[in-house]
């Protein structure tokens, strides 16, 4: 099988895989993600999880193609059912999906997380639930970025544990959990929930697209919005409030 050649998103999610990471890859449609990174010789061992047959068989025979099955292990299974503890997973990506979907799937298998040195997730919508998740979860947001591709934008969101990050030499020491957080990030405001913490300190052209592109939106919504609808009104300025003030 020749070299696969990942999209601009897969591309900028590949990136933030550490070398000789133990990589889960949840809901990998064609295992392109971990093919490209063991071709490239980038990670050790993985996982292509993957909820549907069709899917599911097209990616076992990519990676059967590129003679990658002994590591790269295809499993069909929901969510992160598909990491078994003997995996020894240090990284999951989960990419393509909706906001709220990767958060789902976060919570059903929570119990695979304890190990896990980062998660790199790339929802196509509804960001701040997905950080809400984190947060609530005690992940920390370690980097952002957006992007642009084919007149879509997407975001990708680099999350690791608390705990990791506490045992780093660069912690302070015992840090006491409910006074420090904020410093560690893991309290986050409502305009970090929804424009991101590291995206909108900085505010890239994209980001300044994707948010006018919303406010155009919001503003055509509330020219059509009648009077009565009070409260309905009053939802969508005070978004477009905050949209404005992200933007200046
Ligand atoms: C749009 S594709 C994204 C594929 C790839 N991750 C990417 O970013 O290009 C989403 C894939 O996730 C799979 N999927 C959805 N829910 C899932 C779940 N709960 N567990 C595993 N796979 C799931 C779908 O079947 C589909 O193949």
């Known amino acids: 099988m020749n070299e696969i050649k990942l999209s601009k998103r897969l591309k900028a999610v590949a990136d933030y895989?550490?070398?000789?990471?133990?990589?889960?890859?949840?809901?990998?449609?064609?295992?392109?993600?971990?093919?490209?990174?063991?071709?490239?010789?980038?990670?050790?061992?993985?996982?292509?999880?993957?909820?549907?047959k069709g899917p599911f068989e097209i990616a076992k025979n990519h990676v059967s193609e590129a003679?990658?099955?002994?590591?790269?292990?295809?499993?069909?299974?929901?969510?992160?059912?598909?990491?078994?503890?003997?995996?020894?997973?240090?990284?999951?990506?989960i990419a393509g999906m909706g906001g709220?979907?990767?958060?789902?799937?976060?919570?059903?298998?929570?119990?695979?997380?304890?190990?896990?040195?980062?998660?790199?997730?790339?929802?196509?919508?509804?960001?701040?639930?997905?950080?809400?998740?984190?947060?609530?979860?005690?992940?920390?947001?370690?980097?952002?970025?957006?992007?642009?591709?084919?007149?879509?934008?997407?975001?990708?969101?680099?999350?690791?544990?608390?705990?990791?990050l506490m045992t780093e030499p660069s912690a302070k020491p015992s840090v006491p959990l409910s006074a420090d957080l904020m410093a560690f990030g893991i309290e986050l405001s409502l305009n970090d929930l929804t424009f991101g913490p590291f995206l909108s300190k900085e505010k890239s052209i994209i980001f300044q697209q994707k948010w006018q592109k919303e406010l155009n939106t919001l503003n055509k919504i509330i020219a059509r919005l009648p009077e009565e609808q009070v409260e309905k009104r009053q939802e969508v300025l005070n978004q477009i409030a905050r949209i404005e003030e992200v933007l200046r």
Do not use: C
């Not at 949840?26 to 999880?49: C, E, R, W």
């Not at 990658?68 to 990284?91: C, F, P």
């Not at 990767?102 to 119990?111: R, T, V, Y």
């Open 67 to 93: 003679y990658l099955s002994d590591r790269i292990q295809v499993r069909l299974a929901n969510g992160l059912g598909a990491i078994e503890n003997t995996d020894k997973i240090d990284t999951i990506v």
């Open 100 to 164: 709220i979907l990767i958060s789902e799937i976060l919570e059903a298998g929570k119990e695979k997380l304890s190990h896990v040195k980062r998660l790199i997730l790339q929802p196509n919508n509804h960001e701040e639930s997905l950080r809400q998740w984190l947060v609530n979860h005690q992940f920390v947001i370690k980097n952002e970025e957006i992007l642009l591709e084919a007149g879509k934008f997407y975001e990708i969101i680099v999350a690791e544990p608390l705990s990791k």
């Open 17 to 52: 895989v550490d070398n000789g990471a133990r990589l889960a890859d949840i809901g990998s449609d064609h295992a392109y993600l971990p093919t490209y990174l063991m071709q490239k010789a980038l990670i050790n061992f993985a996982v292509a999880g993957e909820v549907v």
